[in-house]
């Protein structure tokens, strides 16, 4: 249930409605916007039906969520939470591009991508460290050495930075490390792994599992949220369908739905979805005219040498090219990079 209060609710008001929902057991979260205070009571559905708060001072209404994630929905909280890392405002009018390599392969290459990111326009630098691969038999990512190695470069540039965790028993000392966490594919609903970051403070980027729902994605991020921590960013990554043309099947049209659902900021991942370098760049463009909050892609200095994921990584000059196309279309649709 979601209990609006009225836009000149008092802090005694609000107090005293988050009070009445702790006595009946319930859990409250609270969300205050520019105009209105709403409130999330959380538990058991029975205890909540029962619960006499309409009539309290300072309440609106009370509307019943049917939907089964609450803290991410739009109803909640009906403005875009802004996510800020860096420079970078995700939910912003502001579009915001994160390249770098699939993997951290060594300082020369991670250096190398750090200062493309930032002399053609991007806010932020990616790169694994920890690579969730199908085959044991692949290169699995320089692990800590390659968190040192953002570190530095992000000191160099100035960038922040953003990788993976694929361990609940890494994530302190991966957060210690970077700006933002990932969440991969594979791991969208390892819940003990987004319990995790949800008690962390770092912002969370979530991506959808390959054959995950729009429903099951943002219970995902219901688990991170509800865990404490708002900051999470939603990328929409390509799912699996029976198309064996691309890697992935680019669900662009999630973009515009999940806008909708969540006051969640969404990007999107054109590299993992398509898997091939020649059309990252028009699926990139697609995907700001569809209202994404931003990007993600690969880049490689020499994508033919790359460790992982070569086929899918822009050399710098396609990397330069994309960014010159992405300003000029987020002019023409009144956002900035
Ligand atoms: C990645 O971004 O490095 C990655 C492994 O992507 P995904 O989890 O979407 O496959
Ligand atoms: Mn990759």
Redesign the pocket.
Known sequence: MIVVMKSGATEDEIQSVIDRIHEAGLEAHLSKGEFRTIIGVIGDEEKIDQLPIAAMPGVEKIMPVMKPYKLVSREFHPDNSVVEVGRAKFGSEQFCVIAGP??VESEDQLMACAEKVMTAGAVML?G?AF??RTSPYSFQGLGEEGLRLLKRARSITGLPVVT?VVDVRHVVMVANYVDML?I????MQNFLLLREVGMQQKPVML??G?SATVEEWLMAAEYIVRGGNRNVIL?E??IRTFETATRNTLDLSSVPIVKRLSHLPVIV?P??ATGKREIVADLAKAALAAGADGI?V?IHPDPKRAL??GPQALNFEEFECMMEDLKKVAQALGRAI
């Open positions: 699939c993997a990616r694994g690579k969730p993976e990932q991969g594919a594979r791991n991506k959808r390959m990328c990554r390509g991942d590299s993992h993600m690969e992982c994921d």
